[in-house]
T-cell receptor, first 114, second 116 residues
Framework: GDSVTQMEGPVTLSEEAFLTINCTYTATGYPSLFWYVQYPGEGLQLLLK?????DKGSNKGFEATYRKETTSFHLEKGSVQVSDSAVYFCALIRLNNAGNMLTFGGGTRLMVKP | GAVVSQHPSRVICKSGTSVKIECRSLDFQATTMFWYRQFPKQSLMLMAT?????????EQGVEKDKFLINHASLTLSTLTVTSAHPEDSSFYIC????????????FGSGTRLTVV
């Protein structure tokens, strides 16, 4: 079945450091790919998305490119801030009996120190 | 933008009692709502998918009689944890979807359930 694998955390960085969180997927067909962010004690917020190969999703300085050849959707940011500290989830769409639905990776906790 | 309100944000209940969690789409009609459970430092586990006016579809291993889901209208779904036990303590998150497309998933802010 479809699955998402992302690097285990926590990832600890100093402010203004470069961030990469790896995400790879296994899926039939051509899934849409997403990154969600979860701040402490809150639900999930959509950070960015890409719907087809070579698409680049971007938002708030974060970017991820849909790489079909490597089945990857790595999240990057050139200069992280303390406020970026959160858990990041990579996800794709898959089908179940009720139609399209999200499958999440395990989440990666990012901690940014001043 | 689309907003999903989840209530309560935190609840503490005694073992053996039932707890109801509400998930409301405030400014759109949600044809499908999803309920997730998140264990500490782990990812979200899909519990069930509910479509308005029909029975929920539960994921394998989720007890239907323990986690009752009702999706009576296009803006409201409820999850009732019946006869709660300490092992049911967790963070529960709902999500609502507009239409059948690949986008438009909006998440609630979650409910922290603690059973004592």
């Amino acid at each position: 079945g479809d699955s998402v694998t992302q690097m285990e955390g926590p990832v600890t960085l100093s402010e203004e450091a470069f961030l990469t969180i790896n995400c790879t997927y296994t899926a039939t067909g051509y899934p849409s790919l997403f990154w969600y962010v979860q701040y402490p004690g809150e639900g999930l917020q959509l950070l960015l998305k890409a719907t087809k190969a070579d698409d680049k999703g971007s938002n708030k300085g974060f970017e991820a490119t849909y790489r079909k050849e490597t089945t990857s959707f790595h999240l990057e940011k050139g200069s992280v801030q303390v406020s970026d500290s959160a858990v990041y989830f990579c996800a794709l769409i898959r089908l179940n009996n009720a139609g399209n639905m999200l499958t999440f990776g395990g989440g990666t906790r990012l901690m940014v120190k001043p | 933008g689309a907003v999903v309100s989840q209530h309560p944000s935190r609840v503490i209940c005694k073992s053996g009692t039932s707890v109801k969690i509400e998930c409301r789409s405030l400014d759109f009609q949600a044809t499908t709502m999803f309920w997730y459970r998140q264990f500490p430092k782990q990812s979200l586990m899909l519990m069930a998918t509910s479509n308005e006016g029909s029975k929920a579809t539960y994921e394998q291993g989720v007890e239907k009689d323990k986690f009752l889901i009702n999706h009576a209208s296009l803006t409201l779904s409820t999850l009732t944890v019946t006869s709660a036990h300490p092992e049911d303590s967790s963070f529960y998150i709902c999500s609502a979807r507009q239409g059948q497309g690949n986008y438009g998933y909006t998440f609630g802010s979650g409910t922290r359930l603690t059973v004592v």
